[in-house]
């Protein structure tokens, strides 16, 4: 399995809350990539980044914001949770570039927001 | 717009079947086709993958098979198994290191 870790792997939270979820590579992967899965619609990109400090925006990154201050770690933060949001969220990492390397998933954040 | 449309969204094979599994894509700047295979709990696993220079691929027991003038792929799972059964999903991206487009996903059921 590729050196992914994502924390925590499960979170029950209030509407209105900040939420900041983490995802850890050991593989020194240029590319890292948060997605959703939700039911019925597969996996959506929320954000990714190509480098320290250079992220872009997904298909659903409204409500959503990311960080990546070095190589191994890029966060997802929720500024203020809505229920619209409990979801299972996967992190993912490439190396040169997804059409040249496969995209490797973490096992995936399962968060609830009541 | 859904970019990457797969179907059927459920599929019950018995054991020892083929499972078939078809996308179809829009954009015409796709060239990078992979799939994915993810059981409860766990993250998705790349499959096997294929780019539109050729017209299949073949890993084991699992095939692709390609259409570029329909804007098509599939897998293909021959001799299906119980160890199977999990969600398959298809995606697609362009050169030039964007991001995947995931289809919807389809539940396969291996049944002895």
């Known amino acids: 399995d590729a050196g992914i870790t994502q924390s925590p792997r499960h979170k029950v939270t209030e509407t209105g809350t900040p939420v900041t979820l983490r995802c850890h590579q050991t593989e020194n992967h240029r590319y890292m990539y948060w997605y959703r899965q939700d039911p019925g619609h597969g996996l959506r990109l929320i954000h990714y980044?190509?480098?320290?400090?250079?992220?872009d925006k997904g298909e659903v990154s409204d409500g959503y914001s990311v960080s990546r201050s070095k190589t191994e770690d890029f966060l997802l933060t929720l500024e203020s949770a809505t229920s619209s949001q409990t979801s299972v969220y996967f992190c993912?990492?490439?190396?040169?570039?997804?059409?040249?390397?496969?995209?490797?998933f973490g096992d995936g954040t399962r968060l609830s927001i009541l | 717009q859904q970019q990457v449309k797969q179907s059927p969204q459920s599929l019950i094979v018995q054991k020892g079947g083929i499972s078939i599994i078809n996308c179809a894509y829009e954009?015409?700047?796709?060239?990078?086709f992979p799939w994915y295979q993810q059981f409860p709990g766990k993250g998705p696993a790349l499959l096997i993958a294929?780019?539109?220079?050729?017209s299949e691929k073949k890993e084991g027991r699992f095939t692709i098979s390609f259409n570029k003038s329909a804007k098509q792929f599939s897998l293909h799972i021959m001799d299906s198994q119980p160890g199977d059964s999990a969600t398959y999903f298809c995606?697609?991206?362009?050169?030039?290191?964007?991001?995947?487009?995931f289809g919807k996903g389809t539940r396969l059921s291996v049944i002895a």
């Open positions: 980044s190509y480098g320290v400090k250079d992220t």
């Open positions: 995606a697609a991206s362009k050169s030039g290191n964007t991001p995947l487009v």
């Open positions: 993912a990492i490439s190396n040169t570039g997804p059409d040249d390397q496969p995209q490797h």
């Open positions: 954009n015409t700047a796709f060239d990078y």
């Open positions: 294929i780019r539109p220079d050729v």
